[in-house]
Every structure is written in structure tokens, then in C-alpha cells.
């Protein structure tokens, strides 16, 4: 077959591309017997409408749609090419789609013969559309990648300098840039989102964009133009001099990494970034000053800002190994203020190794005579870091057990056996642990204290380790469940499940394990109930 | 004073902090607004500084003013730097005009103490509440949160900033108390609860917003409750490497923990440079940049690589020398595991679990997964790892595929010296 010459309008007409390739692959013509060029774009519409950018594109998920207006219309005149009888049908993944919108913008001449071979390919290879280290796809991909890329340090890298108008018009910001591909309208539509109240113009050696912002009554505008001079571009403004400032002394002379800098900044871009100018200087002043740094004798301490009265020094960590049993000397003879003692003496206890780790000591809250004091196993993730005890998932299944029966939680004394969150880390996250018998034994006079204080007359236990911390033996939740029990001082205590027992539990018999559960706590509604 | 000046002074006092993304927060554009600013998912590097790190944001101290005495820090009280201050106004200003510039994404804004925690919490606060509010600024704002301001202040710091963060400073509460008197572990790990808390409530209201959609004519578009703002970016922190004589297998728990406990982002570590006017309490030489690296790839191996942090760094021995407990300086830590459990490898490419394709030496996530897409419908072989660009003469060592096999290569005794790189002098500047 002989080959054809297509010639396209333009270094990025996608529109073009796609069309012709359509065509060609209907017709069955190979990738080897096509040409490919480029047509230096006629004069360019200068009111052109916005392309979309690539990073969101819309793309149709097929290759053979006819298609759509507002990104890809097809020139007024030419008729779709008419399907040849067994010409191959394009139906292609969209990601493919996204792809050729991209590698379009790539300067390689051999771009297009690239793409319509990889069209070619997907057509009559079913297997290519998932191997992604396929040559063809992979070269096609790295110059995808080589693109955007480049977009993305246009993004970075433009500098506008301002322009004050004669007239008194608003300030002109303009920028000289010098891409490696043919970016500039890809990007443009970033500038606008970003800058969107202000003039600006970007110049380039091919293109040249500038934006008016909306006025009255008049809609923001975009307007291509063609290339530009590096002369024609601004210089430097008088507050450049404190970018300059900021470039010097935000770097650290003590870690030069002129590699690592150059990777991300490549020299190329240096002729038109005005910070670079200052990079070889800093970087040979840095090897004297560390230098002079460390040789310096360390310094006698100047205080010269008088230290403030009052600065909190109290509530100082403890030593994570230290072993305290930090109970108040003295505790108040008033039972609200000897609980916020005892809440403030928790958050230091190290008795066992658990409160290390955790955020906080999570103690009990509740009128201070509450007639009923409901005790679970210790803080979860939520109360863990909000502080306060059954505020995670069991807390709102125990807040609707309280509706359900008709309690209040206000008159409610809440608290835990162990007061420190105990977990392991399953990745990102924090996984509860049933606290050991030791750590329990260790936490129980905390518990203790507050029954004194609050000397209710009844307690809830919410399954094993608060029902042990209370009875003062090892207890058989299930088997004593839904039962008052004495405690070592004649205290009456209910036994039933914890509530994360029946979040735990088997979904399809939830609402059964609940009603039970229900039926446990019902046993201290009288007490809860009473008037303190 | 100058602006020049007190730039100058406040950019110095800020270069400590390592933490610069501008990534990771809501999508925003100034289309429809009065002032200037978008942000676009991930963030933008606008300029490298000499020493590698990227400039992103405005990095500056409100004042370097403080009273608190850190000995790690150049701004402590003790210290002999010169002093500045900006007004809430001039660093409104700045930002604006190198954001105009296109030199940065937004601002990173600190502050040393002064006053008290919360007057200084509530200038860091008024800065950025007149950038959004006074001139409708939609770029990024990374505010350094004060642990011991107000949960109020908090609050309203994360209706105007993209990221929060509270540095933690030293892996240890020990550590802290040592070199920062005034600085309390379990203040800073209470403040980060709060945060986490108002993070995950405003995102849960998000998607409940997002959820529910009010059709109120069938020709309108469904309208949306306006979702609650915090943080979009969430909350990072830092640590210094080096000012106490932590090791890595502690640190990288302290991460861990940080990242479980509270959502962080970012854990940045900083190897502690010596500071102009460095107290004498301090070791005045660095650490080497190395480990703070290998700290970074650890990191990464937890978040991105199913590494548990114990099982990254062996635990120091009893009576062990120098070295446990550390990460290995001249092999990174992916590398230095795989040497150790040699038994676990030659890995399959072609039938190996995805979890231990990712414990491959030198297969990035991104390798990984196209050799998954890839071996559903072919077979692998040595070519395609070759244009995969991944290190070859490393990954050929520990993987199995149609036409290779590493044979004895992976017992051999000299396997950890052939695949060691090759130190090379630092140049100024290398081609």
C-alpha cells in the first residue's frame, strides 16, 4: 500500500489527530504506511475558547463517538468519514483517550505515528489494554509524563513581574516563560483559576496568553497570541528584591544538597527563575559558614526577655519509667474538689506501663452523689482522645440502652476500671487490649476513690474486668449476668455485658442480644431513677 | 526596622522547620471570588532552596520573640539571635505579593511564645482570618498551632487553615522535659486529640452533607448544606533527630503511634543542625543528613509498604556495640530488611502475594502494581522489568521471573557490599 502524508493543523490539534485516525483505522490503513505532520498554525483565533485542561479531562469512553462540541468539534465542511465495510471499530479505554490528549503536546515529531501504532495495536490486540510495560505503551507513557511535567513547572516556575499603568489602570503582571512542549494553552486555564482577579500575560517563544479579568458587566476573557521575545518581557521590580531576601535566608547553610535541588529545579529553567541567581553564591558561603557554626564556642545564655509569671509549669509528664503512686497528700474534705483532684493526680500515674502510650487518663464523670455509678473496662480510641468515658461506638449504644430505659445519663456516675486506653497498632490503627490482671490490680484504687467519694448506692458492672474490679474476684459475666451481687464492702453490684460485647457480637442476633441486655440493666432503673 | 530586615531575621527563625506541602486539602479556584488563589489537590514546589528542600509556602515566624527556654531551638529565650517582629498586616502583605508573583502556594505561619500562649494563638489566628476574610485569599495557609492555647482558638485556627500542626519535637516525653522545661508531652498529644476530633466531626458532616441531597424542584440542581471547614489538609508534626540520644527504633514507634493516635499527615523529621549561638548543652556537630533520610524511608515503608515499625529496625541487643536499634546509614532500610530474611526470597513476580512484591528491594508501589495488571494476562520477564526503570542489578538479586533465577546469588556472603552504591564526593555541582 502506498503511503499517505497527514498533515495536521498545528503542533497540539488533537481534534485533527483524532479525526484523521478514526478515518485512517476505518479504512484499515497500517501504522507503517502513514506519515505524519505538523502545519504551522494559520492566524490563531484570538478570542479561542478555553481548552480543557488535562488533568480533569472529560473523556468519552469511546473512540468512535462522534464527538462532542465543546472539546472536540469537528471543522464545519468536512463529513465524518463513512465506515468501510470491515474496517476495524474503535473502541478504546478512556484512560487511552486521556492519554493521546496529553502525548499530543509532546515536541517528539514521531509523536503521532506513536499514538495511531498504539490505536492500531489496541484494535487488534485484545491483550495490550492490560499491559502497562508494553514498549509502545510504556515510551508513549514516559512522554505523557515527560508533559506533564513540564505543565507542572510552568505552573511552578512563571514569574510575573508587575507593570504600573500609565493610564491608571490596574497593575499588568506579566511573565516570561520558556516551555519544553507545547504547554501553553493547556495551562492557561490554570492561571485563570488562580489568578482570576488580576491582568495578567504570560509570554512564550510559540504562544503568548494574556487575561483580562471581569468588569462591569463584561465576563473575564482569555486571549492567545503569538510567540514572544525574551526582550519584551519586564524587568526585575522593586519588590522582587524581598523575594530575594526570603530565598537567602530561608535556606539552611548547614545542609547543602545541590543534587537534590537540581533534580526538581533543573538548570534549564535558571535563565528565567531571578532566585537563581543567588544559588552559587549561597551554596559557596555555606561550606565557610557551617564551618565558622561549629567552630564557634557554644554561647553563655542571654535572657534578655524577663521569663513570664505565671507560665505553666505544673502538670509536667512524669518520667515514662518512673514508678508513682502520685494520690493528693491531701485530699479535700469536699467531695467535688477531692474528684478533681484525683482526675488531676490520674493523668500522672505510671503505676503500670499502659498510660504511657495513651493521650490521657480518662476518669469518671457524674454528679458528684449519684445514686447509681456505672463502671465499663477502660477508655477506647474516642474517649481516649476526647477525654471523657463512653463517648465512642459502646458509649452510643449505652446512651440508648439510658433512653430506652428512661434513665438520664446526667445523674449518672460513669466511669471505667482502668483509666488509661490500652491498644496495639494494626497499621494506622489502634486496636483495643483487654488490660492485663496486673494492670487492673494497679488501677483499682483510682475506682476505689471514686466509689468513696461518690458513695452511690448501687453500681452497674459492664462486663469482666469491672465486675473482678468491684466484687474483688474473677466473676462469670455470663453465667452472673442480669444479677445483683455484693460486693467486699456490702456494695450492690449489677452484672451484665459490656456493650462492646454485643457490637461484637453475631449482627443477625443483635437486636435480641440488646433486648436482653436491656432486661439486665432494667433490674437497677429504681436506683437510677431515685432522687439523689 | 526594614521589612527587608525583619524578613531577613524571620525567615532565618523559621528555616528550622522542615514541614513545607501545600498538598492534600480541598480543591479551591478564585473563579467567582473577589481576590486572588486556588488550590489544586497537590501541592506545587515554586523554588528549591540550595539545600534541596522545596519552597512552597511563605515560611515565616510572626515574631521570634519567645519565652520558652528550648535548648534545640535558635529562638529560645536564652539565645542571642536578633529579635523581630512583623505586624499582622505586613505579613498579609507579603503573602499576597509573592503569591501575586507566583512564588508560593499560600503561607506557613508561626510564631515564638509571646505574652502568653493564647495572645500569641490569637495574632497567628488574625493573619490568617484577614487573608480569607478581608481579601478572600483561597491558597493554602499552614498555621503552627500553640499546644497550650485555648480549645477555642484551636478551633478557629482550623476554620481558616488548610493543615494545622504541633510539633512533638522529641520522640520522648523524657527528652522533652530535659531540653524544653516549659514544653509537655502530654499537652502537645492532648492538643493533637483535639484536633483529630474537630478533623474527623468536620469530615463526618462533609459526607453526611454530601449524602444528602435536597431536590426541592425537578429542574434545580440538588443544593448542599455548606459542609463545616477544618483543616482540610488534616495535621502534621515534627520531630528532631538528634538533639538527645533517641534511637531510630524508638523514634519510627513514636511515629507510629502519632500516625494511629491522632491521623497525622506528615511526621517530618528534622536532623537537628547546629544552630548559630547553640547552647552548650548541645552536641555542636550534625548528625549525618543520612539518617534523617533513611528516618524518611522508614517512614514511608509504614505508610505505604505494610511495615509494622518494629520490624524495620532490630532491637538493640543487650551488651550490643554501637549500631542496634539504628537504622543502617549506607543501605536504606527496604534493602537492609531484605538481607536479613534472605529465607523469604527469591520472590515469584509471577505468583507472589502483592504484600511481598512491595517488600521487593527497589519496586516502588507504582512498579507493583503494573507488574500485577501486566502478569494477569502474560507472563513476566527480565525485559519488562528493565522498562520499568527500576534499579535492575538490586531487584534481579531478590526476584524469580520467566527467564531469570538469582540461583546462589542470594546466599552469597558479598551480597550486601555488591548492591551497597558507590559513595561518590560531592561535587558542587554534579552533571
Known amino acids: 500500500m502506498a503511503t499517505q502524508t497527514i498533515t495536521l493543523d498545528g503542533d497540539t490539534d488533537w481534534p485533527g489527530f483524532r479525526r484523521e485516525a478514526r478515518g485512517l483505522l476505518t479504512r484499515q490503513v497500517p501504522p507503517d504506511d502513514i506519515v505524519w505532520h505538523t502545519r504551522e498554525s494559520a492566524e490563531l483565533d484570538l478570542f479561542a475558547s478555553l481548552p480543557d485542561e488535562l488533568d480533569d479531562p472529560e473523556a468519552s469512553g469511546d473512540f468512535a463517538d462522534a464527538a462532542s462540541p465543546a472539546s472536540v468539534g469537528e471543522a464545519p465542511g468536512r463529513p465524518a468519514p463513512t465506515p468501510h465495510p470491515g474496517g476495524a471499530s474503535a473502541v478504546v479505554p478512556p484512560a487511552f483517550l486521556r492519554l493521546c490528549e496529553t502525548v499530543v503536546l509532546h515536541e517528539d515529531p514521531a509523536r503521532f505515528g506513536l499514538l495511531y501504532r498504539l490505536l492500531w495495536r489496541l484494535v487488534h490486540e485484545p491483550g495490550l489494554r492490560d499491559d502497562p510495560i508494553d514498549p509502545d505503551r510504556v515510551r508513549a507513557q514516559h512522554m505523557a ?8 513547572k510552568m505552573k511552578a516556575f512563571v514569574r510575573f513581574r508587575s507593570i504600573e499603568q500609565a493610564d491608571g489602570g490596574a497593575t499588568l503582571h506579566v511573565a516570561w516563560f520558556e516551555p519544553f512542549h507545547h504547554i501553553v494553552e493547556a495551562v492557561a486555564s490554570f ?36 510567540g514572544a521575545r525574551r526582550e519584551d518581557a519586564p524587568p526585575a521590580d522593586a519588590g522582587e528584591a524581598l523575594w530575594l531576601t526570603y530565598y537567602r535566608h530561608i535556606f539552611n547553610p548547614a545542609r547543602l544538597k545541590l543534587a537534590m535541588m537540581q533534580k526538581e529545579m533543573p538548570r534549564r529553567y535558571w535563565r528565567n527563575l531571578p532566585e537563581a541567581e543567588l544559588i552559587t553564591p549561597l551554596s559557596v558561603e555555606a561550606m565557610a559558614r557551617s564551618g565558622r557554626m561549629i567552630e564557634a564556642p557554644a554561647s553563655v545564655p542571654a535572657r534578655r526577655i524577663a521569663p513570664v509569671a505565671g507560665l505553666r509549669k505544673h502538670a509536667r509528664s512524669p518520667a515514662p519509667d518512673a514508678v508513682l503512686a502520685p494520690m493528693p497528700q491531701a485530699l479535700s474534705s469536699d467531695p467535688a474538689e477531692a474528684l478533681s483532684q484525683l482526675r488531676e ?54 446512651d440508648r440502652a439510658v433512653a430506652d430505659l428512661g434513665w438520664a445519663r446526667e445523674t449518672l456516675y460513669v466511669t471505667n476500671a482502668v483509666k488509661h486506653f490500652k491498644f496495639e497498632l494494626r497499621g494506622k490503627r489502634r486496636i483495643h487490649k483487654t488490660p492485663s490482671q496486673q494492670e487492673a490490680a494497679a488501677c483499682l484504687h ?23 474490679a468491684l466484687l474483688g474476684r474473677p466473676v462469670a459475666v455470663m453465667k452472673e449476668r442480669g444479677q445483683w451481687h455484693a460486693g467486699p464492702q456490702g456494695e450492690q453490684v449489677l452484672v451484665t455485658l459490656h456493650p462492646s460485647a454485643l457490637l461484637r457480637g453475631d449482627p443477625a442476633l443483635q ?22 | 526596622m526594614t521589612l527587608q530586615r525583619k524578613l531577613a531575621i524571620l525567615a532565618d527563625a523559621a528555616k528550622y522547620d522542615a514541614s513545607c506541602a501545600s498538598s492534600g486539602t480541598s480543591k479551591r479556584s478564585s473563579v467567582g471570588g473577589a481576590g486572588i488563589g486556588s488550590t489544586e489537590g497537590s501541592g506545587i514546589c515554586h523554588s528549591y532552596a540550595p539545600d534541596g528542600r522545596c519552597i512552597s509556602l511563605l515560611k515565616i515566624l510572626l515574631t521570634n520573640f519567645c519565652q520558652y527556654d528550648c535548648l534545640y531551638c535558635v529562638n529560645r529565650v536564652s539565645s542571642n539571635v536578633p529579635r523581630a517582629r512583623f505586624t499582622v498586616q505586613e505579613v498579609v502583605d507579603l503573602t499576597l505579593d509573592f503569591y501575586r508573583r507566583n512564588c508560593i502556594e499560600g503561607l506557613f505561619l508561626s510564631s515564638g511564645i509571646i505574652q502568653n500562649p493564647d495572645y500569641t494563638m ?10 480569607r476574610e478581608d481579601h478572600d485569599f483561597r491558597g493554602y495557609i499552614h498555621l503552627k498551632t500553640i499546644p497550650d492555647a485555648s480549645p477555642e482558638l484551636l478551633r478557629r485556627a482550623g476554620l481558616y487553615a488548610d493543615r494545622l500542626s504541633i510539633n512533638v519535637e522529641l520522640p520522648t516525653d523524657q527528652g522533652l522535659a530535659t531540653l524544653a522545661p516549659e514544653k509537655d508531652g502530654a499537652a502537645i498529644r492532648r492538643s493533637m486529640a483535639n484536633l483529630r476530633v474537630h478533623i474527623d466531626d468536620a469530615r463526618g458532616a462533609a459526607r453526611d452533607a454530601a449524602a444528602v441531597s435536597v431536590v426541592s424542584m425537578p429542574t434545580s440542581m440538588p443544593r448542599r448544606a455548606a459542609a463545616p471547614k477544618f483543616a482540610p489538609a488534616g495535621q502534621s508534626t515534627q520531630m528532631i533527630v538528634g538533639a538527645d540520644a533517641t534511637d531510630d527504633r524508638t523514634i519510627l514507634s513514636t511515629s507510629a503511634n502519632l500516625y494511629g493516635a491522632y491521623r497525622l499527615r506528615r511526621v517530618y523529621y528534622s536532623a537537628f543542625s547546629p544552630i548559630p549561638d547553640a547552647s552548650s548543652s548541645l552536641p555542636l556537630a550534625a548528625p549525618p543528613m543520612v539518617r534523617e533520610h533513611r528516618l524518611y524511608q522508614a517512614d514511608w515503608l509504614m505508610r505505604f509498604y505494610g511495615f509494622a515499625h518494629d520490624e524495620i529496625v532490630p532491637p538493640a541487643a543487650p551488651g550490643d556495640s554501637a549500631g542496634g536499634g539504628m537504622l543502617s546509614l549506607d543501605v536504606d532500610p527496604k534493602l537492609a530488611w531484605a538481607l536479613a530474611h534472605r529465607d523469604r526470597f527469591p520472590v515469584d513476580l509471577n505468583a507472589a502475594p502483592r504484600e511481598m512484591l512491595l517488600r521487593v528491594p527497589g519496586l516502588g508501589v507504582k512498579a507493583v502494581e503494573r507488574l500485577l495488571m501486566a502478569r494477569r494476562v502474560r507472563r513476566l520477564r527480565s525485559d519488562d522489568l528493565k522498562r520499568l526503570h527500576v534499579p535492575l542489578k538490586k531487584v534481579m538479586a531478590f526476584v524469580e521471573v520467566a527467564d531469570h533465577r538469582p540461583g546462589h546469588a542470594l546466599e552469597a556472603a558479598d551480597l550486601a557490599a555488591r548492591l551497597k552504591p558507590v559513595p561518590v564526593q560531592a561535587s558542587l555541582f554534579s552533571a
Open chain 1, 511 to 532: 437486636e435480641e442480644a440488646y433486648a436482653r441486655w436491656l432486661e439486665d440493666l432494667a433490674l437497677a432503673t429504681a436506683v437510677a431513677q431515685a432522687v439523689a
Open chain 1, 191 to 226: 492561571f485563570v483559576r488562580r489568578f482570576t482577579s488580576m491582568r495578567w500575560a504570560i509570554m512564550t517563544p510559540e504562544r503568548s496568553l494574556r487575561w483580562e479579568p471581569a468588569a462591569a458587566g463584561r465576563e473575564g476573557t482569555l486571549t492567545f497570541g503569538p
Open chain 1, 345 to 398: 493526680a490520674t493523668q500522672r500515674c505510671r503505676e503500670c506501663p499502659i498510660g504511657a502510650h495513651a493521650t490521657q487518663a480518662v476518669f469518671g464523670e457524674g454528679p458528684v452523689r449519684a445514686a447509681l455509678m456505672v463502671v465499663g473496662e477502660q477508655p477506647g480510641d474516642q474517649e481516649d482522645l476526647r477525654g471523657r468515658p463512653f463517648v465512642g461506638p459502646s458509649g452510643r449504644l449505652f
Open chain 2, 122 to 131: 490569637e495574632q497567628v489566628v488574625e493573619v490568617a482570618r484577614t487573608l
Open chain 1, 145 to 152: 509524563q515527560a508533559v506533564r511535567r513540564d505543565m507542572h
Open chain 1, 446 to 468: 483510682w475506682l476505689e476513690s471514686e466509689v468513696r467519694q461518690v458513695r452511690p448506692r448501687a453500681l452497674v458492672a459492664l462486663g469482666a474486668t469491672a465486675a473482678r
